[in-house]
Nanobody, 124 residues
Framework: QVQLVESGGGLVQAGGSLRLSCAAS????????MAWFRQAPGKDREFVVG????????YYADFVKGRFTISRDNAKNTVFLEMNSLKPEDTAVYYC?????????????????WGQGTQVTVSS
C-alpha cells in the first residue's frame, strides 16, 4: 500500500501564491508517475499537471500553463506544486495521485493511489 498526504493548501488573495506538497509513504519504490488533480464544487475532478519518475517530463493542463510548476524530490518521496498568479477559478480541493506506470494520463481512473486532498481557496 501507498499513502499520499497533501499539505500546503489555504486561503489566498487573487494574484497570490501557494505551494502544495504531497508526501508518499509505504511501498513507494513502485511509484512512477505522479500528478495533481483538482475538484471545484459542483464540478468533475480534472487533471492539473503530471510528472514522470525522473522529473524530465511534465505535462500541464492549458489553464495552468505559465502559472503552476510541478517538481519532485525522489529522495524524500515528495512532489510539489508551486502555484503563482492564482485566480478565483483555481479554488478547489487539490488531490495528489500516483500510478504504477511511468506514463502520463489525464484520466483519474488511471491512477492507483490518491491523497485526501487539500483545500485551496482564492478570494477576489
Amino acid at each position: 500500500q501507498v499513502q499520499l498526504v497533501e499539505s500546503g493548501g489555504g486561503l489566498v488573495q487573487a494574484g497570490g501564491s501557494l505551494r502544495l506538497s504531497c508526501a508518499a509513504s509505504g511501498r513507494t519504490f513502485g511509484i512512477y508517475y505522479m500528478a495533481w488533480f483538482r475538484q471545484a464544487p459542483g464540478k468533475d475532478r480534472e487533471f492539473v499537471v503530471g510528472i514522470n519518475w525522473s522529473g524530465s517530463n511534465t505535462y500541464y493542463a492549458d489553464f495552468v500553463k505559465g502559472r503552476f510548476t510541478i517538481s519532485r524530490d525522489n529522495a524524500k518521496n515528495t512532489v510539489f506544486l508551486e502555484m503563482n498568479s492564482l485566480k478565483p477559478e483555481d479554488t478547489a480541493v487539490y488531490y495528489c495521485a500516483a500510478r504504477r506506470y511511468n506514463g502520463m494520463s489525464e484520466l483519474d481512473r488511471a491512477y492507483d493511489y490518491w491523497g485526501q486532498g487539500t483545500q485551496v481557496t482564492v478570494s477576489s
